[in-house]
């Protein structure tokens, strides 16, 4: 069975920073391709930013270049770092991942994330 499990989310004053996990466990995770998303009720999930397993980086805009992601292929895990957190960026925060040349995708339950003085 394969579970991802999000961990790092909380409550940080504008300005600050948290460091998001996910271990991937039951699958090996040298072969997935993984992603950040996040989501606000009443909006559509979108994607943060994406590592491929050979170490390709994609980030979409919304984070103003204030995150990074990056994998620990030894701990099969998955990490997202952000900075000068915004109000904005207040969202439950999931990780996604899929095996190489595969249909199958798997989701975290997510980690919240409040951005709030």
């Known amino acids: 069975q394969v579970q991802l499990a999000e961990s790092g989310g909380g409550t940080v004053q504008p300005g600050g920073s948290l460091r998001l996990s996910c271990v991937l466990s039951g699958a090996d995770f040298r072969i997935f391709n993984m992603n950040w998303y996040r989501q606000v009720p009443g909006k559509q999930r979108e994607r943060v930013a994406s590592v491929s397993r050979f170490g390709r980086i994609e980030y979409t805009g919304v984070q103003m270049g204030r995150f990074t992601i990056f994998r620990d292929d030894a701990k099969a895990t998955l990490f997202l770092q952000m900075n000068s957190l915004i109000a904005e960026d207040t969202a439950t925060y999931y990780c996604?991942?899929?095996?190489?040349?595969?249909?199958?995708?798997?989701w975290g339950l997510g980690t919240r994330v409040t951005v709030s003085s």
């Open positions: 996604n991942g899929s095996p190489e040349g595969s249909t199958r995708e798997y």
